[in-house]
């Protein structure tokens, strides 16, 4: 099985290879295809991260910016994978050390060890085919690059990319409603994790932060911002919606209100009129009592 060890936190890839591609092996099972596995590194450590979130619509801009550290006196050199579930590749942009690098971008299903009933990413399997295509729920959308170090070299790892919310239906009642979801446990296989700063934006439409895996504090008009010093033992979801007069004129547009109320028209009608005939009856028998 090919072996392609994670990095960048949130969702990375990362081998501790002396030479590029060293990990690359064939199957183990040739019958079942390529699939890929992740391993710890020894070599690079993250030294810090800052992940800023800016929700627009039914999108997110997300860049993740990795302060990176080889940790020992030889030179690494290694192919790094980006983890994210609903990436849209047109609007990936990869950086190392300043200068922009080519990326490969693949999707894969997301399964673990039968063996190991865990959601360690040390156990997690990635395959290739149509199977991601069945469940986006387990589909993984990846970016793989190349990253060289020099003995003891720190440096900025910068990924970018266009996130497509979930929970956005086009059709139901609340119209506008967001979700996403970072992975933040693999960074976990690199060789130490410090400092994690997460700046989170909301857009016109959708200001309210309805619910969080992690507790924001409120920093500014829609602006949010968490920070740890060291990684959270958690993903990172979030959760948020219109406030509450955009869901009533959510509502209102909702190509479903006018067919409920057709649909329910006879029944409001029958209703009406058997409360105006109780109204009826009980106004005509407090004027006879009075007489």
């Known amino acids: 099985m090919k072996k392609l060890s994670l990095a960048l936190a949130l969702a990375t890839a990362l081998a501790s290879l002396q030479i590029a591609y060293g990990n690359m092996a064939a199957p183990s099972e040739p019958d079942m295809g390529a699939a890929v596995t992740l391993e710890e590194n020894e070599s690079l450590a993250v030294r810090s991260e800052v992940l800023d979130i800016v929700i627009d619509g039914e999108t997110a801009r997300i860049t993740a910016t990795y302060q990176m550290e080889n940790t020992t006196d030889e030179p690494v050199a290694t192919q790094s994978m980006f983890l994210s579930p609903n990436m849209e590749y047109a609007g990936v942009q990869v950086t190392v050390d300043g200068q922009e690098v080519p990326y490969e971008a693949e999707s894969f299903a997301l399964h673990y060890d039968t063996r190991i009933r865990t959601e360690d990413w ?13 469940d986006r729920d387990k589909t993984v959308d990846t970016v793989t690059f190349q990253m060289d170090f020099k003995p003891g070299e720190t440096c900025d790892v910068v990924v970018s990319y266009t996130y497509a919310l979930g929970g956005y239906p086009g059709y139901d009642f609340n119209v506008k ?24 934006t909301l857009g016109e439409d959708m200001p309210v932060l309805k619910g969080s895996s992690l507790e924001f504090e409120k ?54 009129a058997v409360v105006i005939l109780l109204i009826w009856l009980f106004v005509r028998r407090r004027r006879r009592n009075r007489h």
């Open 219 to 272: 920093v500014g008009e829609r602006s949010y911002r968490y920070h740890s010093a060291a990684l959270p033992g958690e993903d990172l979801w979030i959760t948020v919606d219109e406030n509450w007069y955009q869901n009533i004129f959510s509502t209102l547009r909702s190509p479903y209100l006018m067919m409920t109320l057709t649909m329910m028209a006879p029944f409001l009608l029958i209703a009406a």
């Open 177 to 200: 409603r967001g979700e996403l979801r970072y992975y933040l446990t693999p960074a976990a296989l690199w060789n130490g994790f410090e400092d994690l700063t997460i700046n989170l």
């Open 122 to 134: 040390r156990y997690a399997v990635l395959t290739r085919g149509e199977t991601a295509a069945w």
